[in-house]
């Protein structure tokens, strides 16, 4: 197993968790190599290497942004056929959404227990394209408008955790412009006025909210959350909610499921995210790629 570790993710004491970490890994006689990121993006280069190297089992020590720049370099790289490479995870991240799907506990010896039990699923990835022909890849959730403007805000507030999230997406509700949304897919046509659309493989962001509902990760099919007009009182009125998935009933809510989405708004150009990380503003469009990649999951 190769191990890419961010020591800057989730503002924790990363020398002692590492510690923590190695002891769990000889305990169990797993056999690894590591290497540390040192700049933002880092984990491209050194999946790339990995992969060059030999290496087919990725263990991404982190938080989301860490597992999404793992993964996009696996889409990205042509070594390989994606679907012949294991991803592993070790959270020690902010929000941690992805492992909730899965239910990977947020604790390393746990989630090393569960890479031990090398129980794999092959998953489905989206991948995004924005105006500028940016190529984006996500394995959670990606989405126009809001959620990208909270994304933005979200860079000075990570420090507070999960809590921050919230913060983020309060402050978003009091200064994000609202915009009308041309939505294109199958055989329908949705222009809007909209606070945001996700396309969503897995069903919690922003540090355990839910969006999407009856998500399956290899249906082959993305899940499409349309928010229309909501404003700061319909969130703090449906906290709860938003929480236990129950906001997808909201009037103000649509859902659907489709292979294939083009989101362009017609008066501004709304921040893009994708997983949690920043990836460009203004139309996008997001296609499914089935069966991409193995995780071991619980």
């Known amino acids: 197993m190769f191990i890419i570790a961010n020591p800057t993710s989730g503002n924790r004491n990363f020398s002692k968790l590492w510690k923590e970490i190695q002891h769990v890994l000889n305990h169990l006689k797993i056999d690894f190599s590591f290497a540390f990121t040192q700049f933002s993006k880092h984990e491209v280069k050194l999946v790339e290497t990995a992969i060059q190297q030999g290496f087919r089992n990725i263990i991404s020590i982190g938080g989301d942004g860490t597992l999404h720049h793992v993964v996009n370099e696996i889409m990205m790289q042509r070594y ?75 860079e000075k507030l990570k420090r507070f955790g999960s809590i921050g999230y919230l913060l983020a997406g309060i402050a978003g509700l009091l200064y994000y412009k609202k915009t009308i949304f041309k939505i294109i897919f199958d055989d329908k046509v949705i222009e809007t006025n909209c606070l945001m659309v996700l396309i969503g493989i897995f069903k919690f962001s922003g540090g355990g909210m839910q969006f999407t509902k009856n998500v399956n990760p290899t249906d082959g099919l993305l899940d499409i959350t349309i928010a229309k007009n909501l404003n700061l009182a319909d969130l703090l009125l449906n906290i709860k909610k938003l929480y236990n998935g129950n906001t997808t009933h909201h009037q103000k809510i649509e859902t659907y499921k489709t292979k294939e989405i083009a989101v362009i708004s017609t008066t501004s150009k709304p921040f893009i995210q994708a997983d949690g990380e920043l990836v460009g503003t203004g139309k996008i469009h997001v296609k499914i790629i089935e069966k991409a990649i193995n995780f071991l999951v619980n």
């Open 80 to 154: 390989v056929k994606t679907s012949d490479i294991t991803i592993g995870v070790i959270p020690l991240g902010t929000g941690n959404d992805w492992i909730k799907t899965y239910n990977i506990p947020n604790s390393i010896e746990k989630s090393i227990n569960i890479i031990h039990q090398n129980k794999t699923i092959l998953q489905n990835i989206g991948v995004l394209e924005t105006e500028s022909n940016t190529i984006s890849y996500f394995n959670n959730i990606a989405g126009v408008g809001y959620d990208g403007y909270v994304v933005h805000k979200l």
